[in-house]
């Protein structure tokens, strides 16, 4: 996928550009929020490096609101959305546009130097903090990291059930950014009542508020009974982790699967032996599972046995 340019929400487009074209009016966003509304100094913004990153524009109905910048090395900075077109998400858009281009250029890693106010946008997206809080250009800041899987982390298929589909769904689910729905009738033991599973669910929660996890079964009595570490999550959490009960539904079937935000899936067909797949970068079949797992949880419900505390 070469993405030169993505529709976010009705006009609003976010794409890369040259420098080289584009220095005029992305100069103009960075000096009306980082010097005009911040109070950073000009020759702060302006470094002299420009030449030598990757730069993206936010536009709405062909009007510039927005702008980032990548440097070859990993390093994103100068994200800035026009005062009056924040809190709508573009920066968001623009921030997962960026990620996805890092990841076509085969980077392992991004980092940043984040706003202290901003820390939690970030945070949402992936990143984690390093460091203690620190000054730049008078505004408190800390550094920020997320490692991005690549090119070298491509399509599989014949996975085979349980292994390795426990090691690549545990994969999948650390790298989630904001969310991971997991269909598995009887959320088998042996693939997800671990520690790991565990601590990637709590990581992905800990990014931010709006994280969520959605896990639809089947079945509810052997993870009741015999106790499970995502039941004891989704009852410690159970504003950001939901477990549902899927009833009889022409739909239900034996398959498996977790998907990971809008991008990454790892899937066990129906069928007993049948091989399945790993697509850790294909927004088309995660939308299309994504699609199918919507639909199946608007048909579920919430069991009491799953909420109940134990005493």
Avoid at 11 to 17: F, G, Q, T
Avoid at 210 to 226: D, G, P, T
Avoid at 248 to 253: F, N
Wanted: hydrophobic residues 40%.
């Amino acid at each position: 996928m070469n993405q030169e340019s993505k529709r976010l929400e009705g006009r609003v487009v976010v794409k890369s550009v040259p420098w080289i074209t584009h220095k005029q009016v992305l100069d103009s966003i960075r000096t009306s929020v980082f010097v005009n509304e911040q109070g950073v100094a000009a020759e702060i913004v302006t470094d002299g490096t420009d030449k030598d990153c990757f730069h993206f524009l936010l536009e709405d109905d062909g009007y510039p609101i927005g702008c980032g910048r990548l440097q070859a090395s990993g390093k994103i900075e100068r994200m800035a959305v026009l005062l009056g077109h924040r809190n709508r998400g573009l920066g968001a858009g623009l921030l997962d546009f960026i990620i996805e281009f890092a990841r076509e250029k085969q980077l392992e890693s991004l980092y940043l130097h984040a706003q202290l106010a901003a820390r939690s946008y970030y945070e949402r997206a992936g990143f984690a903090i390093e460091g203690e809080v620190f000054s730049e250009a008078g505004i408190d800041h800390v550094a920020m990291r997320m490692e991005i899987s690549t090119a070298t982390d491509s399509f599989i298929s014949g996975v085979t059930y349980p292994h390795p589909f426990a090691e690549l769904s545990l994969k999948i689910a650390g790298n989630a950014r904001r969310s991971l729905r997991i269909y598995s009738p009887k959320l088998d033991h042996e693939i997800f009542d671990n520690d790991e599973w565990s601590a990637a669910i709590s990581g992905l929660i800990r990014r931010g508020r709006e994280a969520k996890v959605k896990i639809l079964i089947c079945n509810a009595n052997a993870i009741v009974s015999r106790g499970h570490r995502l039941l004891n999550i989704a009852r410690r959490l159970s504003s950001s982790v939901t477990i549902q009960r899927l009833d009889q539904h022409p739909e239900v079937t034996d398959e498996c699967y977790v998907l990971r935000d809008l991008d990454g899936i790892v899937y066990k067909p129906d069928e007993p032996g049948r091989p399945g797949f790993y697509e850790p970068d294909s927004r088309a079949s995660c939308l299309h599972f994504i699609e199918k797992f919507d639909l199946l949880w608007e048909q579920s419900v919430a069991d009491p046995e799953l909420r109940q505390l134990s005493l």
